[in-house]
């Protein structure tokens, strides 16, 4: 019977679980935030580093200059130790922003290639 002949209303209805894909677009817009908090850290952290240098490096000149007053340079290593205290920090931060990993080692690489300290 054609449609509107027996005065009945037909429908056609096609369902779709969104659900999933729901999910997925909130997981991309998380994990893309926390890209972005990462690339922030990052470059808030290298900020910080390159200042705490400027610190650390006056810290050490000023208490080189009070060797002779002893008093006073207790403060200048005083500063120099927040400075190393604000430089682990700073790699806190960058282990984060996973740009760099705190779990780095220094390693002599002259035994296993093969060269010794005399040969230097």
Do not use: C, W
Request: aromatic content about 4%.
């Amino acid at each position: 019977m054609p449609a509107g002949v027996d005065d009945k209303k037909r429908f056609i209805v096609s369902l779709v679980d969104i659900t999933h894909t729901r999910q997925q677009e909130e997981q991309l817009r998380r994990a893309q935030k926390m890209d972005a908090l990462g690339k922030l850290t990052g470059g808030i952290a290298h900020d910080y580093n390159n200042m705490l240098g400027v610190v650390v490096g006056y810290a050490e000149l000023l208490e080189t200059a009070l060797i002779s007053k002893p008093n006073l340079a207790k403060y200048a290593d005083q500063i120099y130790r927040a400075a190393e205290r604000g430089g682990k920090l700073t790699t806190k931060l960058l282990s984060f922003s996973k740009q760099e990993d705190t779990d780095s080692q220094d390693l002599n690489i002259n035994p296993v290639i093969g060269l010794s300290n005399s040969n230097l």
